[in-house]
């Protein structure tokens, strides 16, 4: 229907059910008695279209429908004038007929619709609170495009997982040595150590089914959710076995219980029961392995790292020089990478970084070569050496400062020398045999900048080329002590 | 004419289904306005319409007045200054698409009084007290020139309280805003305390209305 129309439908209807309505309970309203002159007068105007007398009452009604009460007894005179005109006549009290009978039925009718309205919005309560109760878990079924390949480093993580893919596609071989493969694996390391991505390869590798969650998902505001979520999970991942199960930030439930401030957190206690119960309760043959990852191993109650459980823990170690070649050449990959960069010099640079850190790293230095390139209007893209220095800049993103010895002669210039010159004037040996002297003016964890006496302009070394830094005469150290004798 | 006595639910029904059509008109000139001035968000939200389903607040506008209590709201017309044409001061505009409610209403009540007037000037026994034409007239009057009356009162949620906004000087503007904290205890006072000094404010206010109405169809 037309909305215009269907707004003038429900306003002709409304107006309608008020006639209606008005008209139908207008007996029982209390009737206005009016002096016996006003019959008399609309008797003469001939606007009377029905009478009822009621003992020595009569109620009359006019041809507009008005309707009113006198008191006073009919003559004959008006009896004969009154038929004359076609009035109805009728004696003893109104019928109650259908005027009585409607507000019951409309009340009826309303009482009915409300019930109906309440049932319906608590069945829709009820499907909701059912779906509440459903893990929220991801079914991983087309290929995540990672492989164990594009995971640098984590080489014991890998042959751990490895070893789980295999128990999956042949289960034969593990049960005829008559081991247990672990049921499950908890990865754990720092941030951005690449948990997730070893979890995705894995995904990647097994042809076994694979189920992501992340622990908060399991988190509600209702009692009880997490734990039927729990349940549901499993469930689902007996049912589609051979399946792995992968629950991301772990520590989101497997917190120690009873660990909470004053008083402990109960769903999240029931939801971690749960899981502690669903990951011991399966049978040997259900082939399901449960991978977990989380960066607070430290919290995670002990029932969840005993033998049967995630007794397998995989700690992420950070990457060794090699590793971080490896993944930095992984993310180069398919990058317009310039003749000048020397992959194995940036991995020997960012010591203590992560898998995630470099992956930062190439994204910055590439984001950074677009932008040069533009402002250049240089025709072809590529990604320079220096790219990557501004890249590691902290202030750029690059990761954290490293506090050491060049940190602490910049302080010592400034603040803690007898008579504080401001100016801390250095001469640094670097590796090469090469002498720079000037001004140390700024430092971070893989670059210092010094600012030569002699107007040559500024100079930018890395730390790594820095064999020797000694303070020049000129500024007068308080402390013979942090005479510097190379950095670590 | 507010109540008819009888049942008490046909009562509240013979009531309620002209408040129903007065708030779908109140709403409707609010989204009408703010579209006049160049906001569609009302209109893009279905709300430009004398429809009152579109209008309708579960609880303002269907269960307390069904239950009998004099008090009610319809779902609130949004109105997005920011999207006034630009010749279109957002606090002019503001204020008159507030007004526009209130002014409808006043409209629909004087339409009323109208047909009652042309009603009893053309067939008197039409529109005679107690007939069902005159009871709409009549009701429609009285709630609308309430609606309007009260939709005025300068208290924020209110309509008047947005009129009101634009004369505020600049310099009181923050002691004004600061005030909107206490508005719900003042909306309460004003609705509570009459009745308990046993005056109605309403009866006040449409005192002369319904001796207009009186004044129009004996």
């Not at chain 1, 009826?108 to 893990?135: D, E, I, N």
Request: with cysteine; charged share 20%.
């Amino acid at each position: 229907m037309q909305p215009r129309l269907r707004t003038t439908a429900i306003w002709l209807g409304l107006v309608v059910a008020f006639l209606l309505l008005f008209q139908l309970t207008r007996r029982e309203a209390p009737i206005a008695t009016l002096p016996f002159e006003t019959f008399v007068e609309y008797l003469d105007q001939e606007a009377i279209s029905e009478v009822r007398v009621e003992g020595n009452a009569l109620d009359v009604e006019l041809h507009g429908g008005a309707h009113f009460r006198v008191l006073g007894v009919l003559a004959a005179a008006q009896l004969e004038k009154l038929s004359a005109l076609g009035v109805i006549v009728n004696e003893g009290p109104a019928p109650k007929g259908l005027a009585g009978v409607i507000p019951w039925l409309l009340g009826a009718v309303l009482a009915l619709a409300a019930l109906l309205f309440f049932v319906r919005k608590a069945g829709a309560g009820q499907a909701g609170v059912l779906a509440l109760r459903r893990s929220r878990h991801r079914v991983v079924s087309a290929p995540t495009g990672v492989r164990f390949a594009d995971v640098g480093g984590c080489d014991e993580a890998k042959l751990q997982l490895a070893d789980v893919v295999d128990f999956l596609a042949n289960p034969e071989r593990w049960q005829a040595a008559g081991v247990r493969i672990p049921r499950g694996v908890l990865l754990e390391g720092p941030p951005g150590c690449g948990k997730t991505l070893l979890a995705r390869a894995l995904a990647g590798e097994t042809k076994a089914r694979f189920l992501s969650i992340s622990a908060s998902e399991f988190v509600e505001m209702f009692v009880g959710v997490g734990a039927a979520r729990v349940r549901d999970l499993f469930e689902a991942a007996a049912k589609q076995a051979p399946a792995v199960v992968f629950i991301d930030e772990l520590d989101a439930i497997g917190r120690r219980r009873g660990s909470g401030v004053g008083f402990a957190n109960d769903e999240r206690e029931h939801t971690l029961n749960q899981l502690l119960v669903n990951l011991d309760g399966f049978e040997r043959h259900a082939r399901v392995v449960v991978i977990a990852a989380t960066n607070r191993a430290d919290i995670l109650d002990t029932a969840l790292l005993r033998a049967g459980r995630f007794d397998r823990r995989i700690v992420i170690p950070p990457l060794a020089r090699a590793d971080r070649l490896r993944v930095l050449e992984i993310h180069a990959r398919g990058k317009p990478l310039a003749a000048d960069v020397s992959l194995a010099a940036l991995a020997a640079l960012c010591d203590g970084a992560t898998g995630a850190d470099l992956e930062g790293l190439v994204n910055e230095a590439g984001l950074l070569a677009v932008r040069r390139a533009r402002a250049d209007g240089a025709g072809t893209l590529e990604i320079r050496h220096e790219d990557f220095v501004q890249a590691l800049h902290p202030a750029a993103g690059g990761f954290a400062l490293r506090f050491d010895q060049v940190d602490a002669l910049l302080i010592e210039s400034t603040t803690r020398l007898t008579q504080p010159t401001g100016r801390a004037l250095v001469r640094l040996t670097l590796v090469e045999g090469a002498v720079v002297e000037g001004e140390l003016i700024w430092a971070d964890a893989v670059f210092v900048k010094l600012r030569s006496e002699n107007g040559a302009g500024a100079r930018i070394v890395p730390k790594l080329q820095i064999k020797s830094i000694e303070p020049l005469a000129g500024t007068d150290w308080a402390h013979a002590e942090l005479q510097p004798n190379g950095l670590r | 004419m507010l109540d008819p006595g009888g049942d008490w639910l046909a009562g509240r029904l013979l009531t309620w289904i002209p408040l129903l059509l007065s708030l779908a008109v109140h709403e409707w000139a609010h989204a009408f306005c703010a579209f006049q001035l160049g906001d569609d968000t009302a209109a893009r939200l279905g709300r430009m319409t004398l429809n009152p389903l579109a209008h309708i607040d579960p609880i303002g506008t269907v269960a307390l007045p069904l239950l009998g209590v004099p008090f009610g709201w319809a779902k609130p017309v949004p109105v997005n200054p920011v999207r006034f044409r630009r010749e279109v001061r957002m606090g002019a505009g503001m204020a008159l698409a507030a007004a526009a409610g209130p002014l409808s209403n006043f409209a629909v009540a004087l339409l009323a009084v109208a047909l009652l007037a042309a009603g009893a000037a053309l067939a008197p026994g039409l529109v005679l007290d107690g007939s069902p034409l005159h009871g709409l007239l009549t009701t429609l009057a009285l709630i609308n020139a309430a609606l309007g009356v009260f939709n005025l009162i300068p208290i924020p949620p209110l309509d008047g309280s947005r009129i009101a906004d634009v004369f505020v000087p600049e310099r009181l503007r923050p002691a004004w805003h600061g005030l909107e904290a206490y508005a719900p205890l003042a909306l309460a006072a004003l609705l509570v305390g009459p009745a308990f000094l046993g005056v109605s404010l309403f009866a006040w206010a449409l005192g002369p209305v319904q001796q207009l109405l009186r004044a129009v169809a004996p």
